[in-house]
């Protein structure tokens, strides 16, 4: 019962990698968070954002009574996932910060003090 469950929501996903990753976490032989870490060496975030999206997607709309169990891997997994992207978002975010990165020219210029004292002590501004 379970198979048939995991074949349903994974068949056809592509690269065929991702999808024996998935696999093996559906059936719960390896755990979400290994999984993901897995499937992010072997291709982007994005693909493994979509195929993830995809699994939970089928999920959502062909899962049976019966599937359950395997629902709830699939919600684990995309958890997991959501919280892992948002982990390296925040250290991109606090990285950027750190080095002006991603700021752009006036807020720089601005927390210098360069160019925005020197005209605001200027009477003729």
Known sequence: MEAEA???LTDGLQPLAIRAILVQCLVGELAPS???SRMLALEG???VRAAIDD???RAATISRASDMLVH????????????QVC???DVGEAT?????YGLGLASRVSKSGDRDESQGSDPRI
């Open 72 to 83: 709830d891997r699939v919600d684990e997994l995309t958890q997991i996932f959501v919280e």
């Open 34 to 36: 290994a999984a993901i």
């Open 55 to 57: 699994v939970t997607h």
């Open 6 to 8: 995991i074949t349903r």
């Open 96 to 100: 950027k910060s750190r080095t002006g």
């Open 87 to 89: 982990e390296v978002a």
């Open 45 to 47: 975030a994005s693909t």
